[in-house]
């Protein structure tokens, strides 16, 4: 059966460094068929379908389109709108309308919910429709998948990042903390101990949300390391939470906001700079810093991986050829099928929908306070090549005045 | 006349990207030399020296040095010592009595006095010393020269971080203040600008220590521009200061302090984060954002610019040459002689030390809100090259439903 008539293609959630790849390969790859009359992209996500804001990008030139694929964040924009049953029923009229046949949405495990909802008001309706979810998460937090597009690109930058800090710490010691974004999978923070190459190279300590946080343990594992090397870096989670479950920063904030009777927001920088006033008031060190690195992550043009480029790209196109050439319905789901290759596959929107992933208990060590070798096998090939960093090995003169 | 012994190389302040090219270019080209009897590394700038912290550069193999050189941070260890007439003096004793003849310190303008201060001894003494200062500062802030090494690595982190959260502030509109370093001087802020290339592109705002930062302004603007794009991308330095001077950062946060009853230290993201909940309580705006840059600006090894490793290692090797060819005493600087190429020349330590330099009026707009092409011709060739942006070009589709 040919399916004829028009593709919508949209982005949700969060922007990723590479979610312009799974656009392209969707909208080029569903050009290719003749039974496509029109390829449309929503802007802002399913807020431009109900909104009816549509694009033509059938008209767009493949050579530009190949210049936005490798530009970071969302070029259709996206939306941070939650879509209820009654929001998915306006998206589905909207695209009854419009004669959409094929429906591509890249997004998270909510946008992945919109699309199993929008699909079952079709079958619903006997609408004959495709409706395929394209992974994309910086939080690597979808079931099923082994790893998701934009987690390898992200993953560099904070594997960068803590190279360079480590590296500065090196040269100016005392005790850093880097906050990485993740508030329920720790796998992006985790990914800061992904360039380590000596043994001595930070981050020392590394904090999930997966592990129950204690402020008292957190200081002694501080001292440890900084007893030991003259100086320590920390990864922390931006959702660190203690054993009731409840967010650091909000337990440690709510304190700060009701001594301050006023209506200061600490949002950004807060848990970063509380947890190192933390330890400068408790432990005997000079210099220590902190540093949020928010929205830098995500987008950051430099730091994209060549892995996490391609299979952006590739479920994008596979999501059209499921679609059109197999006419089915779900998400496209990447699965490891060799040390490093990947396949995909198309899964049952049920099983991608609404649930979070978290990090295995064998990716993190028995003290919750780092990652394991397993770990780092798992995700070294995703974020792609990194430079080479090197040390000094000179000896050491002896000393004539001090000795 | 040919000053034969030994070379001590050091590094001073805040590392950079690309400060380990200068010490591989002054290490390298000096062990060239018959007369260099050993080259010696003190580790942590001029505290090393004091404390006859030394090791010995000439058993380094120049591959390892080579990888060494395109590695972030000083290889050396830094120091934030800034010393005295008396510390200097301890300095030189050292390097007396390890008959050090040739002594290159690669630092800002505190490390430029040092040099200053150990060579007005060795003068005096009529010991046979030869030491040269060798620029470096991601601040840009050095008197002479044109600009300095490690100020077009950290203007290249500057620029594509604003590119990444620009593209991220169109997917999902709000305010975005971005808090970049430089306490007095605008340089590395208003590299924020230099990789614009639509007329919609962020930064639309950058607020610079060298204009007297006032809230109520600050507040008009990201009104104005609100208005205009439906979105802000916001650059700010941190030593953006009021009118009589004092820093906006300390403003805002005595007054937490004063409210909090409390020891909290807020210097990692406080600026940011009470600028954004100034417009958050303030325009009638839903998502206000921030993030400070941080240490992430100076040693991330994705952002080293190309022209900045380049002229970086270059005057490492002329500071040798300048010792041990020239006999001569003094400070490399970094002159442009055509769009885009520099020469270095020597220039005596009294022009170079201590000062700071800003950034000249023609480089900022009259609104004190934003810098001028004058700027981005300046800049724009120090930061190498920098990837595609492209945007989505496809005609909107006539509305058929919400007419």
Redesign the interface.
């Known amino acids: 059966m040919k399916l004829t008539g028009k593709v919508l293609v949209a ?1 949700g959630g ?2 990723t ?1 590479v979610i312009n790849q799974s656009m392209v390969g969707a909208v080029l790859e569903s050009r290719k068929f003749p039974q496509v009359t029109k390829v ?2 929503a802007i802002n996500g399913v807020n431009g379908i109900i ?7 059938t ?2 030139t493949t050579h ?1 389109l190949e ?2 694929a ?11 709108d939650k879509p209820d049953e009654k929001y998915c029923l306006e998206i589905f009229d ?1 695209l009854q ?2 004669e959409i046949r094929y429906f591509f949405y890249i997004g998270g495990n909510d946008s992945a919910d919109t699309v199993r909802i929008v699909n079952a008001y079709a079958e619903k309706s006997d609408y004959q429709f495709r409706a395929i979810h394209i992974p994309k998460t910086i939080d690597n937090d979808l079931l099923v998948n082994d790893h998701t597009p934009g987690y390898g690109s992200a993953a ?1 930058f904070v594997a ?2 803590f ?3 480590d ?2 710490n ?3 010691p005392g005790v ?1 903390i880097g906050v990485v974004m993740g508030r329920h999978a720790g796998f992006l923070t985790a990914a800061s101990a992904l360039a380590k190459k000596y043994h001595d190279d930070g981050p020392h300590l590394i904090y999930l949300p997966e592990r129950a946080f204690s402020l008292d343990q957190f200081l002694m594992d501080v001292k440890e390391v900084h007893d030991q090397y003259g100086r320590c870096v920390v990864a922390v989670s931006e959702g660190i939470a203690d054993s009731s479950g409840t967010p650091i920063a909000a337990t440690m904030l709510q304190q ?1 906001e009701r ?12 848990l ?3 947890l ?2 933390y330890v ?2 408790n432990l005997r060190v000079n210099r220590v ?8 992550q ?6 994209v991986s060549s892995v996490d480029q391609s299979e952006a790209r590739e479920v994008g196109e596979k999501a059209a050829q499921f679609a059109i050439w197999y006419d089915a319905d779900g998400s496209v789901t990447i699965h490891r099928t060799g040390d490093y290759s990947v396949d995909y596959q198309l899964t049952s929107l049920d099983l991608v929908a609404r649930y979070t992933k978290l990090m295995p208990d064998e990716y993190i060590n028995d003290k919750g306070n780092y990652v394991t070798e397993a770990f780092r096998n798992y995700a070294r090939p995703l974020v792609g090549s ?12 002896t ?4 000795k």
Chains 1, 2 share one sequence.
């Open positions: 982005q969060g922007p460094a449309y992209g909104n009816e804001n549509f694009i033509d990008l008209q767009e530009n210049q936005i490798k530009t970071p964040s969302s070029a259709l924009r996206s939306t941070r909207m309308a419009h560099k960068q990042a190279t360079g800090v590296l500065d090196r040269a100016l850093y700060v001594d301050a009777h006023g209506n200061i927001n600490l949002s950004g920088g807060g970063g700079d509380l190192a006033s400068k008031n810093r902190s540093d949020t690195f928010g929205y830098l995500r987008s950051f043009p430099l730091a990194l430079p080479n960093i090197a040390h000094l090995r000179s000896p050491s003169i000393k004539i005045i001090k």
